[in-house]
T-cell receptor, first 113, second 113 residues
Framework: DGGITQSPKYLFRKEGQNVTLSCEQNLNHDAMYWYRQDPGQGLRLIYYSQIVNDFQKGDIAEGYSVSREKKESFPLTVTSAQKNPTAFYLC????????????FGDGTRLSIL | AQSVTQLGSHVSVSEGALVLLRCNYSSSVPPYLFWYVQYPNQGLQLLLKYTSAATLVKGINDFEAEFKKSETSFHLTKPSAHMSDAAEYFCAVSPSNTGKLIFGQGTTLQVKP
């Protein structure tokens, strides 16, 4: 079955360390998204990409970076510049055009040691 | 600017009772609207979507929502709550063809036996 795979499920980061969250999809979707979820704040968009080798900042991009070298993959790096990285991170994908619904992975929970 | 407001961060109902989760939107263009459900430590699953074809939209698990343009609302209902409906529910609006979604803050549904 097609879907979105996020790994790892749980991730721990030390102070000053960069960590990378993986997101892979086999839905043949052009667009991919990264969200951050904090209790009571809904989902906030970090970055999104509509095509390989191109991506745009979302509402809270500071302290994060992404790449889109392959259509299937959209990894997110949480850098040491992100001072409050503890959160639940969700990756999503969708087709383009016509405002299609997004399909979500099961998330990665990042905590600081 | 487009926005989504979910009235009530927590809703509690008894098993078998009507479920009503409220969502109001603001959009400068005809909106596409979505309801998602999230179980603990999982991603979001699409319940239903409104894309202007019909004002009453039926989704999975007997959920439905009615689009009311005059009230700028898209409330989610279910005639009879099950224990398995306990989860967090998100309303979202798609304001453009970029594929981006704007999410409400979420409503946690508690179902009491």
């Amino acid at each position: 079955d097609g879907g979105i795979t996020q790994s790892p499920k749980y991730l721990f980061r030390k102070e000053g360390q960069n960590v990378t969250l993986s997101c892979e999809q086999n839905l043949n979707h052009d667009a991919m998204y990264w969200y951050r979820q904090d209790p009571g704040q809904g989902l906030r968009l970090i970055y999104y990409s509509q095509i390989v080798n191109d991506f745009q900042k979302g509402d809270i991009a500071e302290g994060y970076s992404v790449s889109r070298e392959k259509k299937e993959s959209f990894p997110l790096t949480v850098t040491s510049a992100q001072k409050n990285p503890t959160a639940f991170y969700l990756c999503a994908s969708s087709t383009l055009g016509g405002r299609q619904p997004q399909h979500f992975g099961d998330g990665t929970r990042l905590s600081i040691l | 600017a487009q926005s989504v407001t979910q009235l009530g961060s927590h809703v509690s109902v008894s098993e078998g009772a009507l479920v009503l989760l409220r969502c109001n939107y603001s959009s400068s263009v005809p909106p596409y609207l979505f309801w998602y459900v999230q179980y603990p430590n999982q991603g979001l699953q699409l319940l239903l979507k409104y894309t202007s074809a019909a004002t009453l939209v039926k989704g999975i698990n007997d959920f439905e929502a009615e689009f009311k343009k005059s009230e700028t609302s898209f409330h989610l209902t279910k005639p009879s709550a099950h224990m398995s409906d306990a989860a967090e529910y998100f309303c979202a609006v798609s304001p453009s063809n970029t594929g981006k979604l704007i999410f409400g803050q979420g409503t946690t549904l508690q179902v009491k036996p």
